[in-house]
């Protein structure tokens, strides 16, 4: 069974970021883990993936290390 949960990125803190979908300030930058579980316990993270994530309306967008650094500078960044 795979399994996938959202941690925040660290390094980046909680800069609220724009979502496309909803039209709300309350997308955050999140690392998704996708692991394999035995029994509902993660054991064997297999893909890590940085993402945007509105806590309203759920939407998610890819973040690459160029809108990351963006972030970091304070600059918006937004969900398509």
Do not use: W
């Not at 803190?13 to 690392?31: E, K």
């Not at 290390?65 to 304070?74: D, L, N, P, T, W």
């Amino acid at each position: 069974m795979c399994f996938n949960y959202n941690k925040p990125l660290a390094d980046i803190g909680n800069i609220p970021c724009y979502c496309g979908h909803c039209h709300n300030q309350s997308a955050f930058a999140v690392r998704t883990i996708n692991c394999v579980t035995l029994f509902f316990i993660p054991v064997l993270p297999f893909y890590y993936t940085k993402r945007l994530k509105c806590n309203i309306c759920g939407t998610t967008g890819g973040l690459d290390s160029a809108a990351i650094e963006r972030m970091k500078q304070g600059q918006p960044v937004a969900i398509a």
